[in-house]
């Protein structure tokens, strides 16, 4: 499992309608946060290194926004406050790294108060400009269709021709396999939009078994130079979601024992069976 420095992280497994938890937004505003988005008094000591340096009221109204919960604020010795968010007792603070290996006392904080915060006109365009480019960011999900089989095929071929799987299929391959499942009566699929382009999809189709009708995903890939951003995640979660508003009772995935990556697929509440993974779901 990929590890985090910021305070409360590994605890932190709430998700939003996407199925994208913190740590997926802290990897999304890692490349958002910058010097314009820093707090003014702060600018001249921002840098690409420290890049969560005067980001943390607006960070934490914009995941409030996100997820809901409360913004709390750590009294600081120069009578300001530094702000972390508390989504139903799950602590956590996207911008603690700025302050090094300093320690912060989270405990019995005062709530922070929106309109407060956001009477400073600059504060308040700082939050809508990160909001405005992480909304832009995040993924979008809709319905696979055949227009877009050529760039299924592309990410495909690209995602799993290296390391643990080493899939030989050609663009071409991949192609031909997505068309094939596109054409079953039983596919479901989704895609991912960012960018104005797609960068990942999930298909599968769904099968009848005495007990009860399940769902089998064949493919979940993410275009290379867009993994890391919680894609493939907002992609199971969606399609989890979906299958239990359908009736689903079992979802499985298909995997060889080597392309099965634990720390992902079991924070999404799979196991291992064998090559296939299996995970229950109520209904």
């Not at 802290?26 to 600018?43: F, G, K, N, Q, V």
């Not at 302050?99 to 407060?116: H, I, K, M, S, W």
């Not at 382009?197 to 999930?202: C, M, N, Q």
Request: glycine fraction near 10%; hydrophobic fraction near 35%.
């Amino acid at each position: 499992m990929k590890s985090y420095r910021f305070y409360g992280w590994e605890a932190a497994r709430v998700r939003d309608s996407l199925g994208l938890t913190p740590c997926d937004y802290y990897d999304l505003l890692s490349d958002i946060w910058c010097e314009e988005t820093c707090a003014p008094r702060m600018r001249k000591d921002w840098t690409i290194g420290n890049r969560t340096l005067g980001q943390c009221s607006i960070t934490a109204f914009l995941i409030q926004d996100i997820y809901g919960g409360k913004v709390f604020g750590v009294p600081l010795g120069d009578g300001n406050f530094h702000c972390f968010n508390d989504v139903d007792g799950c602590v956590f603070d996207l911008t603690s790294e700025q302050f090094g290996d300093t320690r912060l006392d989270y405990a019995n904080c005062p709530e922070q108060d929106r309109a407060v915060h956001f009477a400073k006109a600059e504060k308040k365009e700082r939050y809508e400009l990160l909001k405005e480019r992480l909304f832009a960011r995040r993924p979008a999900l809709v319905p696979i269709t055949m227009e877009h089989l050529k760039r299924y095929g592309a990410i495909y071929a690209a995602a799993f021709s290296g390391p643990p799987w080493n899939d030989p299929w050609t663009e071409s391959d991949a192609v031909i396999h997505v068309q094939e499942l596109l054409e079953t009566k039983t596919a479901y699929g989704l895609e991912c939009v960012m960018d104005g382009k797609v960068v990942g999809f999930l298909l599968g189709t769904s099968m009848l078994f005495h007990y009860g009708r399940t769902f089998e995903i064949n493919d979940l890939a993410v275009d290379p130079t867009y993994q890391g951003r919680g894609i493939a995640s907002a992609l199971l979660e969606r399609c989890k979601a979906d299958m239990k508003e359908r009736g689903i009772v079992g979802l499985h995935l298909i995997t060889s024992a080597d392309g099965f990556l634990p720390g992902f697929y079991e924070r999404h509440g799979f196991g291992r069976e064998h090559e296939v993974i299996l995970m229950g779901m109520e209904i």
